[in-house]
């Protein structure tokens, strides 16, 4: 089964969970931006929570399959067809998405996951090292993916309990964690409104807001950081560090996005808001607890439905 | 040693050690301590600069607690002089000035140096891989002369080109990848700093030593 794209979007990669393993080296984690969105659709078309999706940003790709199979769309709505359920398409079917009527990324699974060989680890497109994913860049018109699966027989009808997903919003409360350098810095993170600025992209989100000033001059010595890493340069406007951000960074950290809280920031488009709220660490690791709880329910509940 | 949560996936463990020799020795060791005998949960375990930041699954963990007392239990029995038997010393070709390293004269003005006296100075030194990190590959060295230590420039460049030397305040390094950056450049190397395709991508690992050499414009084309 092959995916010819007939209009690339804006940005359509493919993507997976990230790379592992290759921190040492300086590679990046990677994967997709709404990782959660991105196993929900897996799920929906029988695949592995790991198999590799396309994600495509703001304005979506145009793309013809080329015989039977079962896709599922999820993240935001894209306009091509119902989000969070397994859809069949048919041989010669083209399947078209425009510009994102909510959320920022949207999800595409195909059955069998697509074919796309393992570079350090993963099968997602790093952008900046050109590696992994479709020839390491994004998607242009004329690629041809191919895909393994045959379509699914999907029992009776149901649709999956949506309170697993992320409570996505235009103007969400995003909650974090303290960073390192939070006791340098006042309480302005939790209480102002900051907004994503279009100086965005798969590394790192600009917030603009009031200044966040810091009350100690002295420079860092860089250390790491991780997908959520919420970093003040010296302007004071901060930046949430995503997916492929690098994985040592030179500026005062002030917090981290919580790891169940990023799909949140990841759906956020130029010009929306939102504010962050302080939780305690035991109170993130229980929500990433609670979250696989749900996930692997919902596997086993899709076994019985998704053949 | 303090251990200090990195978001909720990941804990940064501060060795309180220099960047010398023995204080890189210690964060190595302590690295591959972790690495030989993994406590549960634990996904990925990277040294840079006084510190190892050990990356775990929260769900295959028993407890955060448990995970920070299982860590310290492991870095305080550290034996390291296996490791540091095993150092390398790297050569990196470099081509100072020209197209590569548009700022030399600007970081010897400011040293009030010629341009051969910054290159003599930068292929004198003795340099240890102190991180690994910013771009895949790119290393963050200490050990620059202090003659050539020069401010980050105001406005970074969007883009340097890969092989690319530079000075940023007191560190040295190579940019492996065209990224943007704001570091002075000084020459360029044809060596890859990183490379997807070789079984172990970056040439570099924290502790390893770097010499850099100097070597003309006909060296840098012809090589290959």
């Known amino acids: ?307 | 040693m303090t251990l200090t949560p990195l978001g909720d996936s990941a804990v940064v463990v501060a060795l309180g050690c220099g960047l010398d020799e023995a204080g890189l020795r210690r964060v190595r060791g302590v690295a591959e301590a972790l690495e030989r005998d993994r406590p549960a949960g634990v996904v990925e375990i990277v040294p840079a600069f006084a510190s190892v930041t050990v990356y775990y699954d929260v769900t295959q963990v028993g407890g955060y607690e448990r995970l920070c007392r299982e860590i310290e239990v492991r870095a305080e029995r550290v034996e390291t002089d296996d490791w540091w038997r095993a150092a390398r010393l790297i050569e990196i070709p470099v081509c100072y000035g020209g197209y590569g390293g548009a700022d030399l004269a600007e970081v010897a003005a400011r040293a009030g140096l010629s341009a051969d006296d910054v290159v003599a100075l930068h292929t004198g030194g003795d340099y240890l891989v102190q991180a690994i990190g910013f771009a895949p590959g790119f290393a963050y060295l200490g050990g620059l002369p202090e003659k050539i230590h020069t401010p980050r420039r105001t406005t970074p460049r969007t883009a340097v080109p890969a092989g690319t030397v530079g000075i940023g305040g007191a560190q040295t390094g190579v940019y492996p990848l065209m990224t943007p950056g704001g570091w002075n450049l000084i020459g360029r190397t044809p060596v890859l700093l990183f490379d997807a395709g070789r079984n172990e991508p970056a040439l570099l690992r924290v502790g390893d030593r770097v010499k850099f050499r100097a070597i003309n414009a006909e060296e840098l084309a012809a090589w290959r």
């Open chain 1, 1 to 307: 089964m092959a995916i010819t794209v007939i209009h690339a979007g804006m940005l359509t990669t493919v993507q997976d969970l990230g790379r592992r393993g290759h921190r040492a080296a300086g590679v990046p984690l990677g994967g997709a931006m709404d990782a959660m969105a991105m196993r929900v659709v897996n799920l929906l078309v029988g695949n592995a929570e790991d198999a590799a999706v396309l994600e495509f940003t703001l304005t979506g790709p145009e793309l013809v399959f080329t015989a039977d199979t079962t896709i599922a769309l999820g993240g935001g709505d894209f306009g091509a067809g119902p989000l969070w359920q397994p859809v069949r398409v048919c041989a010669g079917e083209c399947v078209k998405f425009g510009a994102a009527r909510t959320g920022c990324r949207g999800y595409l699974a195909v059955a069998g996951g697509l074919d796309i060989p393992v570079v350090l680890g993963g099968r997602g497109t790093y952008l900046r090292a050109q590696i992994g994913g479709w020839e390491g860049r994004a998607l242009r018109v004329g690629d041809v993916l191919r895909a393994e699966g045959a379509a699914r027989q999907v029992a009776g009808r149901w649709h999956i309990d949506e309170r697993i997903l992320p409570p996505y919003s235009e103007t969400p409360k995003v909650r974090i964690v303290r960073g390192a350098q939070a006791p340098e810095f006042d309480g302005t993170l939790t209480t102002a409104v900051f907004k994503l600025t279009a100086k965005s992209d798969r590394m790192g989100v600009r917030l603009v807001g009031p200044a966040l000033t810091r009350r100690v001059a002295r420079e860092l010595v860089s250390s790491s950081v991780v997908p959520g890493t919420v970093q003040v340069p010296p302007d004071g406007q901060p930046i949430v560090l995503m997916a492929d951000a690098q994985t040592i960074g030179g500026y005062p950290q002030i917090a981290h996005v919580i790891s169940v809280d990023l799909p949140l920031v990841a759906q956020l488009r130029p010009g929306d808001t939102l504010r962050f709220r302080e939780v305690t660490l035991e109170a993130a690791h229980q929500l990433i607890l609670d979250r696989e709880r749900a996930l692997a329910l919902l596997r086993e509940g899709l076994a019985q439905k998704i053949l």
